[in-house]
């Protein structure tokens, strides 16, 4: 007997990407560390921009269908760090930002919905919209721009900007109100550094 | 972080603190055994089935442009349950499917079956696994058969005495009628509806003429 995890919705999918696929991820760069958007988890970084963790025991929900409602069923799973689908709801055009930038004391980046790139070998679990992975990285600025060509049907051209994460309250200090700035675009690696690659929205 | 996994297909039935669902089982010379593989069940004296749970192979198909990716992975399973859907609900079945060949060998499809939540061990969105389960005695065997369209001529039959079920011989010897097996006091038993007996009589007479 075996069992089978199928997607579960029609138009969520991941994106193949060469060898790898691509999903997303909504994180957070807290004065220069990555951490995860409920600030509970702290990413390991490789030097090769490679975040990385060994599958732990998780929290498994099965949430059973009755004739009315739903019954929880609680057990656990080996998974790894969730990376979401490419939905509808997740295309750039529906968005109205995707990156909210706070510099109050520290340097606050909270990216949502960042494309990631993952191996096939690197998925622990599925549960029919979220995938696990033990290991996922950022594309290059060469893939986040065709990343967002084929995943949020951006064009991006001359409408675009780079900078270095660390340096971007200074490059935005003109979009900033009261240290608050919301603003669409992708983060991306490229030799050794993190950059934002920002969209000027018409 | 937590995973969650819902139901993509079917659903099950809650009847008082139990769920139902349905399964494929033959009864072959007074053995109980897997609808596809020769696995043979485990029944304790109260009429439960029984199985530890153990790895099996689990498959997952993330879906990647309109076509998806297969990863093989594993998971502690049980013995699968099925969710009623369209075709194989309460309301709308022909519950039962009984074959007699010379040896005589019984097959039940889509029979309920009932677990409880502490049973299940796995649920991949469809099917479920779980570590035991029971056939309904003969009150909810009953009760179950009332969520199918008016069956009024229901008779009991010893399961492990098939010579008195009353078999129609048909093509290949297969009969097809409504039936609940049910466990009670230590003994399987098949509530059948005569009713569909009847109806089958006369389809078959109508094909004779």
């Given at each position: 007997?075996?069992?089978?995890i199928?997607?579960?919705?029609r138009?969520?999918q991941?994106?193949?990407?060469?060898y790898?696929?691509?999903?997303?991820?909504?994180m957070?760069?807290?004065?220069?560390?990555?951490?995860?958007?409920?600030?509970?988890?702290?990413?390991?970084?490789?030097d090769?921009?490679?975040?990385?963790?060994?599958?732990?025991?998780?929290?498994?929900?099965?949430?059973?269908?009755?004739?009315?409602?739903?019954?929880?069923?609680?057990?656990?799973?080996?998974?790894?760090?969730h990376?979401?689908?490419?939905?509808?709801?997740?295309?750039?055009?529906?968005?109205?930002?995707?990156?909210?930038?706070?510099?109050?004391?520290?340097?606050?980046?909270?990216?949502?919905?960042?494309p990631?790139?993952?191996?096939?070998?690197?998925?622990?679990?599925?549960?029919?919209?979220?995938?696990?992975?033990?290991?996922?990285?950022?594309?290059?600025?060469?893939e986040?721009r065709?990343?967002?060509n084929?995943?949020?049907h951006?064009?991006?051209?001359?409408?675009?900007?780079?900078?270095?994460?660390?340096?971007?309250?200074?490059?935005?200090?003109?979009?900033?109100?009261?240290?608050?700035?919301?603003?669409?675009?992708?983060?991306?690696?490229?030799?050794?550094?993190?950059?934002l690659?920002l969209?000027?929205?018409? | 972080?937590?995973?969650?996994?819902?139901g993509r297909e079917?659903?099950f039935?809650?009847?008082?603190?139990?769920?139902?669902?349905?399964?494929?089982?033959?009864?072959?010379?007074?053995?109980?055994?897997?609808?596809?593989?020769?696995?043979?069940?485990?029944?304790?004296?109260?009429?439960?089935?029984?199985?530890?749970?153990?790895?099996?192979?689990?498959?997952?198909?993330?879906?990647?442009?309109?076509?998806?990716?297969?990863?093989?992975?594993?998971?502690?399973?049980?013995?699968?349950?099925?969710?009623?859907?369209?075709?194989?609900?309460p309301?709308?079945?022909?519950?039962?499917?009984l074959k007699?060949?010379?040896?005589?060998?019984?097959?039940l499809?889509?029979i309920?079956?009932?677990?409880?939540?502490?049973?299940?061990?796995?649920?991949?969105?469809?099917d479920?696994?779980?570590?035991?389960?029971?056939?309904?005695n003969k009150?909810e065997?009953?009760?179950?058969?009332?969520?199918?369209?008016?069956?009024?001529?229901l008779?009991?039959?010893?399961?492990?005495?098939?010579?008195?079920i009353?078999?129609?011989?048909?093509?290949?010897s297969?009969?097809?009628r409504?039936?609940?097996?049910?466990?009670?006091?230590?003994?399987?038993?098949?509530?059948?509806?005569?009713?569909?007996?009847?109806r089958?009589h006369?389809?078959?007479?109508d094909?004779?003429?």
């Open positions: 007997m075996c069992h089978e199928v997607g579960r919705e138009n969520v991941y994106l193949p990407f060469g790898e696929l691509v999903g997303t991820k909504s957070l760069f807290d004065n220069g560390i990555w951490k995860s958007n409920d600030w509970d988890y702290t990413y390991s970084v490789k090769n921009g490679w975040f990385h963790s060994s599958p732990k025991e998780q929290d498994l929900t099965f949430r059973i269908p009755l004739v009315v409602g739903t019954t929880e069923v609680k057990s656990t799973c080996m998974a790894g760090m990376v979401a689908s490419f939905n509808q709801c997740n295309r750039l055009e529906a968005l109205h930002s995707n990156i909210m930038v706070r510099s109050i004391d520290s340097l606050l980046i909270d990216i949502d919905r960042a990631v790139l993952f191996m096939k070998d690197d998925i622990v679990f599925f549960d029919g919209e979220d995938v696990s992975v033990k290991a996922f990285r950022l594309p290059t600025e060469y986040v065709e990343i967002a084929i995943a949020f951006a064009s991006l051209g001359e409408e675009t900007f780079s900078c270095r994460m660390e340096d971007c309250t200074e490059v935005l200090s003109d979009k900033m109100y009261n240290h608050f700035c919301y603003l669409y675009g992708f983060p991306y690696y490229e030799d050794g550094k993190f950059f690659l969209i000027e929205k018409r | 972080m937590c995973h969650e996994i819902l079917g659903f039935i809650r009847m008082d603190d139990m769920l139902v669902g349905s399964k494929t089982m033959l009864f072959c010379d007074g053995v109980w055994k897997g609808s596809i593989s020769n696995y043979i069940y485990s029944i304790s004296p109260e009429g439960w089935f029984h199985d530890e749970a153990k790895q099996q192979d689990l498959t997952f198909w993330v879906p990647v442009d309109d076509d998806f990716v297969i990863v093989e992975s594993t998971c502690i399973g049980g013995m699968h349950v099925s969710p009623f859907n369209k075709c194989n609900a309301k709308d079945l022909r519950q039962g499917i007699s060949t010379g040896s005589i060998l019984i097959m499809d889509y309920p079956i009932l677990f409880g939540e502490d049973d299940i061990v796995f649920y991949d969105g469809r479920i696994s779980v570590k035991a389960f029971r056939f309904p009150v065997a009953k009760k179950l058969s009332e969520k199918i369209p008016p069956r009024r001529h008779a009991s039959y010893r399961i492990e005495d098939p010579k008195e009353p078999f129609i011989e048909g093509y290949l297969i009969t097809l409504f039936a609940i097996p049910y466990y009670e006091d230590g003994k399987f038993y098949l509530l059948i509806d005569k009713d569909n007996e009847r089958l006369e389809i078959r007479h094909t004779e003429a």
